[in-house]
């Protein structure tokens, strides 16, 4: 007999694309539940006090408007929001996974729960300082899905993880400080490809670990104007 993860996995990989298989998941999961693919938003609480130190002046930084991308049933929004950053909109394309968080979450009144498309976002140019992808644009996850060489992958791979941060980086103010954020265990040689050569930002990355286990990987699209 499966045990109750395996009952929530795709038969395939493409099956994590879907919208389907995710409202599915999301139905059948406990009331409750929460998920996270990798790094626990804890752990993360640091970096986040480092990515928002520049966000609209000195001293300002929790005060950035944050949108997190794909956000599923994450502990992330509410542990940021808990630790003094309140102004967080959190989207999925999930109907019933935003649902499900806009309820259990209506005691934290400045954190917003929408359902939107990431590839399509309902939001004026310019809204917000930081834009966070965690394990969105993923193998085994919504976005890379598809299954053949890492080293090249195909067509529809490539135009919906450069669509991603194309919109990404459309709804960040132009201003010095703000940032989309991509938290993966996707090695350099196989995500930089989608963020590099964007005018006007500028593109860093590091290993985060965790020291005792798999090594993950935080990519910086910074703005930084006409340099």
């Known amino acids: 007999m499966p045990s109750k993860v395996e009952a929530n996995l795709p038969p395939t990989n493409e099956g994590y694309g879907t919208h389907e298989y995710w409202e599915q998941r999301y139905a059948n999961e406990a009331d409750g539940t929460t998920f996270d693919w990798f790094l626990s938003p804890t752990y993360l609480l640091p970096l986040f006090e480092e990515l ?4 609209g002046g000195k001293g300002k930084g929790k005060e950035a408007r944050i949108l997190t991308l794909g956000c599923g049933n994450s502990a992330l929004g509410e542990v940021l929001y808990d630790n003094g950053w309140e102004e967080i909109v959190n989207i999925d394309y999930s ?3 935003i649902d499900q968080m806009k309820s259990r979450h209506s005691a934290r009144t400045k954190m917003e729960w929408l359902e939107m498309d990431i590839l399509n976002l309902d939001f004026q140019d310019e809204e917000f300082g930081l834009v966070v992808d965690k394990g969105t644009m993923e193998d085994g996850s919504a976005m890379l899905t598809t299954k053949g060489d890492p080293w090249n992958p195909s067509e529809k791979d490539v135009v919906t993880c450069t669509q991603e941060v194309t919109e990404a980086i459309r709804v960040l103010k132009k201003q010095p400080g703000s940032k989309f954020v991509y938290f993966t265990f996707g090695q350099p040689h196989f995500r930089k490809r989608y963020m590099a050569n964007r005018p006007g930002f500028k593109l860093t990355h590091r290993e ?8 993950y990987f935080m990519y910086v699209l910074e703005y930084v104007g006409d340099v």
């Open 52 to 55: 928002t130190l520049d966000i």
């Open 95 to 97: 109907k019933i996974v």
């Open 208 to 215: 985060i670990g965790p020291p005792e286990g798999f090594a």
